[in-house]
């Protein structure tokens, strides 16, 4: 299939093209740089060894998007563009709300005008909010806590109605736990651009110098050792849950979401203990009071992701940890040294 990928130079989309790549699909990416590096499509490009189409420019910017859908003629859209940052969220609402809402819908009217009819959107597990239980599935009720949460649940609500509004429509939302790792290659990786929000990233660059210590954000959670507890997952396998998407798309009409998760959940100290593992070094920890808006724990229930699109991880905490550690010591300035 032609496959447009919103967002494609970013750290999930990168890793989709190389495996959109891997099962015959043709890909085209749009993307305005905001989170990333053209670098980062040199080297997709390097170790697909595949041709990649882009266009540099908005979600938001219709004549851009008609262009794409002029010149490329997609038979589906990836849509990963998107702004990501929580703590920004509450700090920028209507930035938020006018790229994660905004764009989604410019993306649908645009797709309409070409006659585009299939979409995988990405959401995520922070739509649940603090949990009535555990696992999660996906008929659990939906309060996000953050501005980041509401848009990607209005997002969501507008491609359910969409996609029910005609025939042959199909969207499917997949509700990401927590991305980490990198691709085998340790060319392609996570590489956030200020001080880390996300605790892999963190830990990786306490690992390799740049920062002094992980700060543990609240010990007395109600978890087993008291730190928080996710469900971490390998960015290649999330990758391939988006390749699975597509089929599901060609068979089905109408909107569905999907839990992308491994179903297993690990602490703080669990996360720090693997990435020693990995690196075979000790990473120097400080404690801090609970972070603002953080929940105790989350965890997928992934069983409608296997059933229905066929897809599960297969990747455990140390090839996570493992590959973390190759990206981050192979690129100790992430892309900044292209
Ligand atoms: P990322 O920032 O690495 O990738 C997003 C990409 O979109 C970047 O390349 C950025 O330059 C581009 N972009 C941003 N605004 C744009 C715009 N207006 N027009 C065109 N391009 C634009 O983030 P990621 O981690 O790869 O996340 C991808 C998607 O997955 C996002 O929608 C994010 O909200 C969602 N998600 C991420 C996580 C996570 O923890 N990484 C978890 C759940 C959901
Ligand atoms: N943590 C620390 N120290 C840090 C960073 C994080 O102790 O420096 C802890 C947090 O308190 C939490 C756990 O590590 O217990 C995971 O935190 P992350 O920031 O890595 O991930 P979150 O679960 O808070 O949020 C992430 C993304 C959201 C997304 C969500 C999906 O940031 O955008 O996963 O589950 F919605």
């Not at 979600?59 to 703590?87: I, N, T, Y």
Request: include cysteine; proline fraction near 6%.
């Amino acid at each position: 299939m032609r496959v447009l990928v919103t967002g494609g130079a970013g750290y999930i989309g990168s890793h989709t093209l190389i495996e959109l790549m891997a099962q015959g699909h043709e890909v085209c990416v749009l993307d305005n740089y905001t989170n990333a590096t053209p670098a980062v499509l040199t080297r997709v490009r390097a170790l697909s060894n595949g041709k990649i189409a882009d266009f540099k420019g908005d979600v938001r910017d219709p004549a851009m998007l008609d262009r794409v859908m002029q010149d490329f003629a997609p038979d589906a859209v990836v849509h990963f563009a998107g702004l990501k940052a929580v703590g920004e969220s509450q700090q920028k609402p209507l930035t938020y709300y006018d790229v994660n809402v905004g764009g989604t819908l410019a993306l649908l009217h645009a797709m309409d005008r070409a006659d585009c009819r299939k979409i995988i959107f990405s959401s995520s597990a922070t739509v649940y909010g603090e949990p009535d239980y555990l696992p999660y599935d996906e008929a659990h009720p939906t309060r996000p806590a953050s501005v980041y949460g509401r848009t990607k649940l209005m997002a969501e609500q507008v491609l359910t109605d969409w996609a029910t509004a005609a025939p042959d429509r199909s969207a499917v939302i997949l509700r990401y736990f927590n991305p980490v790792g990198a691709h085998a290659s340790a060319r392609i990786g996570e590489d956030p651009k200020d001080i880390p929000n996300n605790l892999m990233p963190y830990i990786a660059q306490v690992a390799i110098g740049l920062r002094q210590a992980l700060t543990i954000y609240g010990d007395d959670y109600d978890t087993p050792d008291g730190t928080g507890q996710r469900d971490y997952i390998h960015v290649v396998d999330l990758a391939r849950a988006h390749v699975a998407a597509l089929d599901y798309t060609c068979k089905t009409c109408g909107a569905r979401p999907f839990n992308i998760g491994t179903g297993q959940s690990y602490s703080v100290i669990d996360m720090v203990r693997a990435f020693e593992r990995a690196c075979g070094q000790t990473i120097p920890t400080q404690q801090a009071p609970r972070r603002a808006g953080d929940i105790a724990a989350m965890q997928a229930n992934p069983a409608r992701a296997r059933a229905e699109l066929g897809w599960q991880a297969t990747h455990d905490l140390d090839a996570m940890t493992a590959s973390t550690w190759a990206w981050q010591s192979a690129n100790p300035k992430g892309y900044d040294a292209c």
